[in-house]
């Protein structure tokens, strides 16, 4: 059975830091890229935030975030991670982890996790 499960938000004042974490299991996260996407309550639609793909770890960013936000992934512990800094209030939303194969003919999601900046 696969799952992919967020953990690490939570809130956090503007200026500040959280690290999100996405583990998976039941597929192989390795042949996976991974990305982050993020939905605010007045949105109807998932945005995208940042991807990083294997093989290759290359990575890319929505233009809000370049700069603050870093992706990364480590296949031995088939977990993905959203590196997040200097947060400001606009990144206030549940941020989804999906795995997904190159041409989209697999997809999984997790379950979402809160994130809230506010002072």
Known sequence: Q?????SGGGWVQPGGSLRLSCEGSGFAFKDYHMSWYRQTPSSH?????????SPGGYTRYEDDVVGRFNISRDNQKNTAYLQMNNLTVEDTAVYYCRAVTTGGSSNYWGQGTQVTVSS
């Open 45 to 53: 639609e998932r945005e995208f935030v940042a991807v990083v793909t």
């Open 2 to 6: 696969v799952h992919l499960v967020e």
